[in-house]
């Protein structure tokens, strides 16, 4: 026992706590239960909810503050989520059992008008002046309506330090009627920032903290808009951005009086980050950052009591037994025995691959809607949200994997023109949304590519390391020494923005081919015809058997 935990130590990281400190969390996507399949992320909510009353307690035993910080996207990815009807009943409550000091919304909360009426009349409520959201509006009694507040003011209890928060979400547009997102850029130019900016200044403000479901890479540039703007009158005031939204780790140093954190996604990771208030010198010196693994070993590790869970973490643990036995989440349905199926840890050719399973093998089982024998069944690789590991599949799984309940439409066209559609549609990088969130970040996957080759040449000269488990080694401003525990890196293969399954028979090139594909991408799909030169025939309607039930079909009948 000893021994294992003196190798498992080996691999940890410390934080390093300081005047202020955070606890950041984005895009956990319902994940509260934890990650069934892989001890790495197996942490409920519950054991985080121990964790951060520990690290606060700890914190304030020295003097020092902590504060909680939730960046948006709770809904989408998890049958805890989805599964209920609206989307959002069980698991909102588990979620608001964490006591953030500030709590914003992501696009995730606004696609559909009952997901944003919750957070205007359930979730900003439960949070008061907790909640704060400036770019977002909902109509309700006539008038627009702030969801929470604009923006928060307060001192912290106890390094006396006056906080500014602002909240901002990303340019979004696929917004449900009935809710109105401000781009940052015309933000900042409305009256309530402009007042904003004459009632508080460096003569009051000690701190602003900046909590965006937006990417905080430079490439993005939102946050560097708001950047200059607030360096305006905040020549010096330290300042802390908070983001999200592409689903990765990262951590940017703007100047050096301001940093930006970004906490990964699916309660994998929970971000924290400390700040020294008084060191003269900028850097390592100032800041700290550590992505942390979200389970409740590490969380146990870096609360270092004797008792871990406490009264409130036992009660949200029962809470989540409930609820996953009331929603059947966990009733078996099939087993994965043969291997982890991987989006991108393995090249889409590749046995294990997620994508080569769903086109090879599950997809063929959308039942004909035609007579065409012929068929193509086109995906985007973003309609697929997570792999699908080794063990009990669930009900919980489909949700997990492929949440996405979109319609089958399709169209007839000769197979010459057919084949060339896919290849079409991955000729154009610049469809982001089409790929999973995690993969538009393409020179961090590069970097880590590179890294890990070179890493690959360093093992062999540390022969006694301590055994690494897979996971993320994330690349930033700071270096790699950010995750808190050290992994073997895993190497994300760059995946493309469509794949597709072919049922196909004959040599003739004229032969009229079902072309099927989500009514998600018909336009990207009539786009890449017109590429083509070929007039489109209108699409009609397929199938409603999305690829989770697919994909329930075949593990439930075939050995996987
Ligand atoms: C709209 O009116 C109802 C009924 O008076 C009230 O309960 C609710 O709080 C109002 N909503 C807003 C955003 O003011
Ligand atoms: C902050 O940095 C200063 C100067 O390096 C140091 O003296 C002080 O102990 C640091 N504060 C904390 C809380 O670590
Ligand atoms: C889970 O299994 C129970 C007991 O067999 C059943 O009553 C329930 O309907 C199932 N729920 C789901 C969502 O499959
Ligand atoms: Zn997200
Ligand atoms: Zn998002």
């Known amino acids: 026992m000893l021994l294992l ?78 599964i209920t009807v609206p ?107 402009e007042d904003l900016l004459v009632e508080y200044g460096p003569d009051n403000v000690d701190l602003i903290v900046v909590v965006g479901h937006v990417p905080v890479d430079r490439k993005w540039n939102e946050l560097g808009l708001l950047h200059a703007k607030l360096r305006l009158r905040f020549p010096e005031t330290k300042v802390q951005y908070f983001g999200g939204h592409s689903h990765i780790r990262d951590f940017v140093v703007y100047d050096d009086h301001l940093t930006a954190l970004q906490s990964g996604r699916f309660c994998e990771t929970v971000g924290f980050l400390s700040i020294n208030m008084t060191s003269p010198n900028p850097g390592r010196s100032r800041y700290f950052r550590s992505y942390i693994d979200f389970n ?43 291997a982890n199926y991987y989006m ?46 080794k063990g009990p599949y669930t009900v919980d799984t489909h949700y997990i994997v492929s949440p996405f309940q979109n319609d089958w439409v399709s169209i007839q066209v000769p197979k010459d023109v057919a084949l060339q559609i896919a290849p079409k549609l991955n000729e154009a990088p610049y469809i982001a949304y089409m790929r999973p969130p995690h993969q538009r970040n393409e020179a961090q996957l590069l970097a880590a590519a590179n890294a890990k080759r070179h890493a690959g040449d360093a093992q062999v000269v540390m022969g006694a390391a301590p055994k690494l488990t897979k996971g993320y080694v994330t690349y930033d401003d700071f270096g790699h020494d950010g995750d808190d525990t050290e992994h073997k890196a895993v190497v994300q293969f760059p995946i493309p923005n469509v794949v597709q399954s072919q049922e196909l028979c004959g040599l003739d090139p004229k032969e009229l081919v079902e072309v099927v594909f989500y009514s998600f991408i018909e336009p990207n799909v009539r786009w890449a015809l017109a590429e083509l030169g070929h007039k489109a025939p209108a699409a009609n309607f397929y199938s409603r058997r999305y690829l989770g039930l697919l994909l329930n079909d075949y593990v439930a009948t075939h050995q996987v």
């Open 5 to 82: 935990f003196v190798a498992v130590a080996a691999a940890i990281r410390s934080l390093s706590l300081s005047d202020v400190n955070f606890l950041h969390t984005t895009d956990t996507h319902g994940w509260y239960l934890g990650h069934q399949n892989q001890p790495v992320y197996s942490g409920d909510w519950g054991d985080f909810v121990s964790f951060a009353a520990h690290l606060k307690q700890t914190a304030h035993e020295r003097g020092q503050d902590l504060l909680l910080v939730d960046s948006g996207d709770r809904h989408d990815g998890n049958g805890l989520s989805d």
């Open 344 to 389: 991108d840890y393995v090249p889409l050719s590749h046995p294990k691959n997620l994508y080569k399973l769903l086109t090879d093998r599950v997809l063929p089982l959308l039942p004909r809607a035609t007579a065409l024998e012929q068929r193509l069944i086109i995906i985007n690789t973003g309609s697929v949200r997570y792999d699908l590991y």
């Open 87 to 193: 989307n959002g009943v069980v698991l909102m409550p588990i979620f608001m059992r964490q006591h953030y000091d500030i709590v914003t919304l992501g696009n995730h909360e606004l696609y559909l008008l009952d997901a944003a009426l919750q957070e205007a009349h359930q979730v900003a409520p439960h949070y008061a002046n907790h909640y704060v959201c400036s770019n977002v509006e909902y109509w309700e009694n006539g008038t627009w309506n702030v969801f929470g507040q604009r923006y928060r003011y307060f001192t912290t209890p106890q390094q006396k330090l006056r906080v500014l928060a602002l909240l901002f979400l990303f340019d979004f547009t696929r917004n449900a009627k009935g809710t109105k997102v401000t781009p940052i850029e015309r933000a900042v130019k409305e009256r309530w920032f």
């Open 296 to 338: 409740r070993e590490l969380f146990e590790f870096h609360s270092n009591k004797d008792k871990f869970d406490t009264d409130e973490g036992m009660q949200v643990k029962r809470q989540i037994a409930v609820a996953r036995e009331q929603l059947g989440l966990d009733n078996v349905t099939g087993h994965v025995t043969d």
